[in-house]
């Protein structure tokens, strides 16, 4: 049994995305499951992740991971990471992309210090992700994570990841949502995602605020819903249980055992 459903803020956030991401709304009302709903390459390559915090194995981390379950899952990954997944010898490739930001939720669950998430952020942002702005991304979702889950306000989150990572975060969605487009740079996604975060009232009104934004609509709501899930814990039952019927054994099994990390008694308060 999952003990802890806000870990999986990440994976509900894709999966109800994903029938929008090539059929932007601008609205905060639509259906959130609908024909097309399923989950994608940001739930793959999220639990890709756990697998490894799950595993705390030398000789099994994160190109292994990426590698195997991209391999086994298909979806619509980039290029570049396809080129990467298929490489005898798989090497970085300079990408700034939200890829890094998508998948890297658990690691804000797995460790009891920002110092300790940094770090394990570039870790798994850099096999890949090894441009400045696509480590970035990554360590500022999963400090965003780590904060909500251990009871910072909005307010300490915003102003932390601000001064940190020199993101932007004085926008509304209202005002991203009138110009945002397709875009899947981290630059461009990772601040908008924590904005519709801010702004939410509920996690349910998170992942709507995120899907309204347009653009990349399974990513951003992913990184969205990865933050609101630690932040607000609570997410409805009917949206979890539906969520739980798209994804096959395998990713529950994972998920569950992940679920070990929300008895992390944080020794950090975080940052003042």
């Known amino acids: 049994m999952i003990k802890e459903y806000g870990i999986i803020g990440a994976i509900v956030g894709d999966v109800i995305g994903s029938s929008y991401e090539f059929d932007n709304t601008k609205s905060i009302d639509f259906e959130l499951f609908r024909a097309g709903t399923e989950f994608t390459d940001d739930s793959i390559l999220t639990v890709a992740t756990m697998d490894v915090l799950n595993k705390n194995d030398i000789n099994y981390g994160y190109i292994q991971a990426y590698q195997n379950f991209s391999k086994k899952y298909p979806s619509v990954y980039g290029d570049g990471f396809c080129k990467w997944r298929d490489s005898d010898d798989p090497q970085p490739y300079n990408s ?3 890829g890094s930001a998508m998948r890297v939720s658990p690691v804000g669950w797995a460790f009891n210090s920002v110092e300790e998430v940094m770090a394990e952020a570039k870790r798994s942002a850099e096999v890949t992700h090894n441009h400045p702005e696509g480590i970035k991304g990554a360590q500022a979702t999963a400090v965003a994570v780590y904060m909500a889950r251990v009871g910072k306000s909005k ?24 110009s945002h487009r397709f875009n899947e740079n981290c630059q461009s996604t990772v ?30 709501t992913s990184i969205a819903g990865g933050i ?37 008694s944080p020794v950090s308060p975080g940052p003042k």
């Open 96 to 98: 700034w992309g939200n």
């Open 228 to 264: 609101a899930g630690a932040f607000y814990k609570d997410i409805p039952g009917y949206i979890v249980q539906k969520v739980l019927e798209y994804l096959p054994k395998e990713f529950i099994d994972i998920i569950t055992e992940f679920s070990k990390f929300t008895d992390l």
């Open 155 to 178: 307010e300490e989150i915003g102003d932390f990841i601000s001064e940190t990572f020199g993101y932007d975060l004085s926008r509304t969605v209202s005002e991203i949502r009138s």
């Open 191 to 220: 601040p908008e995602s924590i904005i519709a975060f801010l702004e939410s009232s509920d996690f349910e009104n998170a992942i709507r605020l995120a899907v309204s934004l347009g653009g990349d609509s399974d990513t951003i």
